[in-house]
């Protein structure tokens, strides 16, 4: 486990990354993130990648509702990405 702050982690982005170690992100003394290695994430508990499936979802859901998309919209957007993807790979 490391503690660091956040003008040092964005200083180190790319080692910390890399790393097999948990780091905590803090700012201003007080803590504000956890970077958690994923090189084997099937070792995280299933409560654990169930909550981050659950709070991305949630993230990326307001996202979205905040700037007026809808389901309907990304669904037809990424329809239209996978068939032009296919064609390219035809050729």
Do not use: C, Q, Y
């Not at 992100?25 to 995280?44: D, F, R």
């Amino acid at each position: 486990m490391r503690v660091t702050g956040i003008r040092e982690f964005r200083n180190r982005v790319p080692e910390l990354v890399n790393g097999e170690e948990l780091v905590f992100v803090t700012k201003h003394g007080k803590l504000t993130s956890i970077l958690v290695p994923l090189a084997k994430p099937e070792e995280l508990p299933v409560e654990l990648r169930r909550e981050l499936l659950e709070r991305l979802g949630s993230a990326i859901s307001n996202h979205l509702e905040e700037r007026g998309v809808r389901e309907e919209r990304v669904m037809r957007d990424f329809t239209k990405w996978r068939r032009a993807r296919r064609l390219r790979r035809r050729r």
